[in-house]
């Protein structure tokens, strides 16, 4: 069954590290999302793409990056992570008949201390 | 003012309740909208797309009211197993997918 997966599932890091969520997707879905969750804020959107070498800045972008190598992963880095970075992040993708159903990853818990 | 609002809730009904929500947004261009279900440390899932003319699946009803720009949902008979955080959506315009999130409205279900 296609699916989609995020690495790791938990992550203690050390402020001014630079950490990369990996997510993987097998849908063959030309859009990719991610979004970071926290308390009071809901879902707000990081970066995205809708095809390979195609990336886009979303409402949050400042601190992270993307790249879209192939169709299948869109691994979001940041740089020189910081405490406020602390959340949930969820990758999402949809297809480009459908791309209003966006399929979630089962989320990284981040921890930036 | 915000893209997407909610109530946050918490709701807490008796099982076999019926329980609406409703979500406000601002953008009168906004093109389609969804209700999305996210389980407690989990990711969201979408629950049903709304209609202009309403829709039902099984005991869950979803309504649009473009001159008022709110969407509602209906949970009719509640089972302990709905008891999540529903989560208001709305593609603002032809954006290929670009979905606006409300923080979502919690409900618990109790015996």
């Known amino acids: 069954d296609a699916e989609i997966t995020q690495s790791p599932r938990h992550k203690i890091t050390e402020t001014g590290r630079q950490v990369t969520l990996a997510c993987h997707q097998t849908?063959?879905?030309?859009?990719m999302f991610w979004y970071r969750q926290d308390l009071g804020h809901g879902l707000r959107l990081i970066h995205y793409s809708y095809g390979v070498q195609d990336t886009n800045k979303g409402e949050v972008s400042d601190g992270y990056s993307v790249s879209r190598s192939n169709t299948e992963d869109l691994p979001l880095t940041l740089e020189s992570a910081a405490s406020s970075q602390t959340s949930v992040y969820f990758c999402?993708?949809?297809?480009?008949?459908?791309?209003?159903?966006?399929?979630f990853g089962p989320g990284t818990r981040l921890l930036v201390l | 003012r915000k893209e997407v609002e909610q109530d946050p809730g918490p709701f807490n009904v008796p099982e076999g309740a019926t329980v609406a929500f409703n979500c406000t947004y601002s953008n009168s261009a906004s093109q389609s909208f969804f209700w999305y279900r996210q389980d407690c440390r989990k990711e969201p899932k979408l629950l049903m797309s709304?209609?202009?003319s309403g829709n039902e699946d099984g005991r869950f009803t979803a309504q649009l009211n473009r001159a008022s720009q709110y969407i509602s949902l209906l949970i009719r008979d509640s089972k302990l197993s709905d008891s999540a955080t529903y989560l208001c959506v709305v593609n603002p315009e032809e954006s290929q997918g670009n979905l606006i999130f409300g923080k979502g409205t919690k409900l618990s279900v109790k015996p």
């Open positions: 999402a993708s949809s297809d480009q008949v459908a791309q209003e159903t966006q399929y």
């Open positions: 709304v209609y202009s």
């Open positions: 849908w063959n879905h030309n859009n």
